[in-house]
């Protein structure tokens, strides 16, 4: 029985698992013994949902974090949050109340940017705009210590033209942590052109430290995640022209594996997040073809669960994904005017379609040196992206099976 076993596919997959996940670390031009720079204290900027999470990441192994952001209201609002979270904990019996107040009192918030220079690494979790980035990084250059590392938690910008702002592109990084921040395993480090060996060396060493799993990522649109998750989802719009269902998409991929199926991540993240990238993709490349059906949700306001209302609709305070007969009808409704006769599809094309456009981007990522390796890119989407596990992630999963 366990020979058996053991030349399963299931196996093979969490076998390659086991070794990729301990691979991630080994970045072929930066030796293991590369000088790193110590991390005493962190600022975070931004105290929103992401920055929040970001500095309980520092807060949990002790590590002290100065919080800022551009009103006292904001800042309020984020301490109360992140308080919240960890009574929640308490609550639970998973944190007691006196490691609570040791992390709080490590907290410290500020408005101005000059607070921040003692710090040996500052992030910044601001809106996800050039133009504010290019801000936030200007005074980061005017303020902050020689030595310290400056990073950018953007999920989808050029970081090569961050680092331009300001004069020191050899100490600037990407650290993409995905939300919730505190929760989440992937942590995605950028690494431009300049970007220092020792900057980089430092980043993964610190990820180990606040317990996440770090993947090494060029630059480019998207990084290795979000570059191939959008056409993953690209293709599940289209299957929408053509005859699926949301629920017919999301129960293919659920059984698949994945944690969620598109549309109803899709909601969880917000569809006007979704919405802001293609209309800054319809600009920066024309020639890539969508389907429309996403913008008229969107033109609805249907963001998600965030407005109780996405490709599902969703009770207050509750998070189930429930059939809504609007969308049945805005899909049947946009597929009449394109003049399309809805066809069968089956589960398992959808699950091919769906997983085959994965592994295509991601053998673009790797064919261009964005990822170092195939099993780097297993590696984000096993921890980020809730691909199952026991298929041993997108580009393992190619290689057991026939096409």
């Known amino acids: 029985i366990f020979n058996n076993l053991m030349q399963t596919p299931e196996s093979r997959a969490l076998r390659h698992v086991f070794f990729a996940e301990r691979a991630t670390s080994k970045i072929a031009d930066v030796p293991e013994d590369t000088p790193k720079r110590s ?18 990441c520092f807060l949990n192994v002790g590590i002290p974090v100065r919080l800022l952001d551009t009103t006292p209201e904001a800042l309020d609002r984020g301490l109360a949050t992140l308080r919240k979270n960890y009574e929640s904990q308490v609550s639970k019996g998973k944190l007691a ?29 601001v809106y996800e705009s050039m133009d504010v980035k290019e801000k936030v990084f200007k005074q980061l250059d005017a303020v902050m210590k020689p030595g310290a590392i400056l990073a950018s938690n953007t999920s989808t910008l050029d970081l090569n033209t961050m680092a331009q702002f300001t004069k020191r592109p050899q100490d600037v ?3 993409h942590f995905f939300s919730p921040a ?20 430092t980043a993964m060493a610190l990820a180990k ?26 293709q599940a719009y289209f299957l929408l022209d053509e005859g699926c269902t949301p629920q017919q998409v999301d129960h293919a991929m659920e059984a698949f594996g994945f944690a969620m199926g598109p549309f109803r991540m899709c909601d969880l993240s917000g569809n006007d997040i979704w919405w802001a990238i293609r209309k800054r993709r319809y600009v920066d490349m024309p020639h890539v073809k969508y389907s429309k059906i996403a913008d008229a949700l969107c033109e609805l306001g249907r963001f998600g669960q965030k407005t109780g209302a996405g490709w599902y609709d969703y009770q207050a305070g509750k998070r189930d994904a429930l059939n809504s007969p609007l969308v049945h009808k805005l899909i049947e409704d946009h597929r009449s005017s394109l ?14 379609r769906l997983v085959l456009a994965l592994v295509n981007e991601g053998a673009h990522i790797l064919d261009e040196g964005i990822a170092g390796k195939a099993s780097d890119i297993d590696m984000v989407y ?22």
């Open 209 to 234: 430290k606040i317990k996440k799993t770090a993947v090494v990522s060029g630059v480019c649109d998207g990084f290795i995640g979000n570059r191939m998750v959008e056409p993953y989802v690209r």
């Open 173 to 175: 990084v990407g650290l």
């Open 97 to 125: 109340q006196d490691v609570l107040d040791q992390r709080m009192a490590m907290l410290s918030t500020t408005l101005a940017y000059a607070d921040l220079s003692t710090a040996d690494l500052v992030i910044e979790a």
């Open 382 to 403: 096993l921890s980020g992206y809730g691909f199952p596990t026991f298929r041993g992630g997108p580009m393992q999963y190619l290689s057991l099976i026939h096409i």
């Open 39 to 56: 991390i005493h204290s962190v600022a975070v900027i931004g105290a929103g949902t992401m920055g929040g999470g970001i500095a309980m």
């Open 339 to 352: 003049g399309i006769a809805p066809r069968h599809i089956t589960d398992e094309d959808i699950v091919q």
């Open 182 to 201: 505190n929760v989440m395993k992937l942590l995605e480090v950028v690494r431009g052109k300049l970007t220092g060996k020792d900057v980089l060396a």
